[in-house]
């Protein structure tokens, strides 16, 4: 079964701090997004990668940044958060072509901005 | 872009009952749809993927139906049990993946 696992499961952050999330993938495979989760909101694209090396914005970039160093790595930094930045993020991996692929999903982290 | 719409956003059943859950969409050229469940404090996890050349999809304990000349995308749980409470989620692709804003589903004894 495909592993994504995403650090921290839990981070509490200050106003104006910078926090960085991490997420890694063991399944070799080459698109990793990441989401937010708000009530009444569902899941919102922040950034996605199609591999090493890429970055693109997804529809909501602002105040954020990523970075994919690598196949199996891709983060999610918030240079300087902001309490509307509080939500729960995931971290996911595709297995297929972009339009047409199942998401494995990583348990997600519940980030505080204070 | 693609525009879901969930509905509704909390249901209630009682054992036994089905549970139907109900995503509408604008792109006329969405060719991909999927279901994901999430249980409480868990991730999502794929329930169904669907092609829209299929009109009818079962699953174990549920069927997805999609209809194309109305863009809208249904999750029907028959017979529910308490295992079935989560969080649903529908998803579909013109050219990326799309979410709904999901579906609290509680199952009551």
């Known amino acids: 079964e495909a592993a994504v696992t995403q650090s921290p499961r839990n981070k509490v952050a200050v106003t104006g701090g910078k926090v960085t999330l991490s997420c890694n993938q063991t399944?070799?495979?080459?698109?990793m997004y990441w989401y937010r989760q708000d009530t009444g909101h569902g899941l919102r694209l922040i950034h996605y990668?199609?591999?090493?090396?890429?970055?693109e914005k997804g529809d909501i970039p602002d105040g954020y940044k990523a970075s994919r160093p690598s196949q199996e790595n891709f983060s999610l930094i918030l240079e300087l958060a902001t309490p509307s930045q509080t939500s729960v993020y995931f971290c996911?991996?595709?297995?297929?072509?972009?339009?047409?692929?199942?998401?494995?999903f990583g348990h997600g982290t519940k980030l505080s901005v204070l | 872009g693609e525009q879901v719409e969930q509905r509704p956003p909390h249901l209630s059943v009682r054992e036994g009952d089905s549970a139907v859950i109900t995503c509408t969409y604008t792109?006329?050229?969405?060719?991909?749809f999927f279901w994901y469940k999430q249980e409480p404090g868990a991730s999502l996890q794929l329930l169904m993927k669907?092609?829209?050349?299929?009109e009818i999809n079962e699953g174990q304990g549920f069927t997805v139906l999609l209809n194309k000349k109305d863009k809208r995308l249904s999750l029907n749980l028959t017979a529910a049990h308490p295992g079935d409470s989560a969080a649903y989620f529908c998803?579909?692709?013109?050219?990326?993946?799309?979410f709904g804003d999901g579906t609290q589903l509680v199952v009551k004894p």
């Open positions: 399944n070799n495979h080459n698109n």
């Open positions: 669907v092609f829209s050349s299929t």
């Open positions: 792109d006329p050229n969405s060719y991909y």
């Open positions: 996911a991996s595709g297995d297929a072509g972009f339009s047409n692929e199942r998401l494995f």
């Open positions: 998803a579909v692709s013109p050219n990326r993946i799309f």
């Open positions: 990668s199609y591999g090493a090396g890429s970055t």
